[in-house]
């Protein structure tokens, strides 16, 4: 081990990173859209939480966004089915390829809907060497039947915090739901809507500012000193 921090005598000194505003500064900045993938908590027929989720991938393409919508039906409970599995594939495609993400759920005996969790929990902590949501942005909304409530979304910032998102500050709660959409399954104006507003401007914007700097962002000293196996190992946690 390096003697260069002699104040630190449990540093590694070659491992050691002293953050600087030039290092998140990136010369050359992604011009694509950005990207985002939207998951949404209901199979019903006419589910509320696709509904919304459709208004705020509207939203997103209005502000230059790319957006996919993926449809929960069909997807197997976790440890039901291989990893192999058509929709285990699609939705794991999508997480890799999304730079953001939107997660709606209902809520439902006071807590997000197991479809949604199905959905999160599908969503490993890590491929190989690569963690296909670290450093991404990530907003949540949640519908409920009855008045307003947030422990939906609660819950979803806590998973978002586990699989080591960058989850905005603004969030989406829509009280009776029922009352918010019109015949044709579009939004109407409200208060709420224009909380639905704020948030994917949010997103947007929070994306723009870290999609380029999202691997020094979450760049860590002790998975520095690991192995691109140990890491795999560690986070997979195969024996549990």
């Known amino acids: 081990m390096s003697n260069a921090l ?19 500064a990136n010369a050359a900045p992604a011009r694509h859209a950005p990207r985002f993938l939207l998951l949404y908590g209901s199979l019903r027929e006419r589910s509320y939480s696709r509904l919304l989720t459709e208004e705020a991938a509207r939203l997103l393409q209005a502000m230059g966004g790319e957006t996919r919508i993926f449809d929960p039906a069909g997807l197997p409970l976790p440890d039901s089915a291989p990893d192999d599995h058509p929709k285990v594939q699609e939705l794991r495609e999508l ?28 969503i490993p ?54 009352l ?14 224009e909380r639905v507003v704020d948030v994917m401007e949010e997103l947007m914007k929070f994306t723009l500012l870290t999609r380029d700097a999202a691997a020094y962002l979450v760049d ?9 196996e140990q890491l795999s190992r560690r986070v997979n946690q195969r024996a549990i």
């Not at 070659?14 to 290092?23: A, G, I, M, V």
């Not at 949640?142 to 609660?154: E, K």
């Not at 860590?220 to 691109?228: I, L, M, N, Q, V």
Request: net charge positive; aromatic share 8%.
């Open 95 to 122: 997480a890799q390829w999304a730079e953001g993400m939107v997660w709606c759920s209902p809520e439902r005996h006071g807590a997000m809907t197991g479809i949604m969790k199905a959905q999160i929990d599908w």
């Open 180 to 193: 918010e959409f019109d015949e044709g399954g579009r939004m109407k104006p409200s208060a709420y809507y």
């Open 125 to 178: 902590l890590s491929m190989g060497a690569v963690r296909p949501t670290q450093g991404k942005t990530l907003a949540v909304m949640q519908v409920s039947g009855g008045s307003q409530s947030f422990n939906a979304v609660n819950q979803l910032r806590v998973l978002g915090r586990w699989m080591r998102m960058l989850t905005i500050p603004n969030q989406s709660s829509v009280a009776k739901a029922f």
């Open 6 to 24: 002699p104040e630190l005598p449990n540093i590694d000194a070659e491992l050691f990173d002293r953050p600087s505003p030039e290092r998140l």
């Open 220 to 228: 860590r000293y002790s998975e520095r000193k690991e192995s691109a």
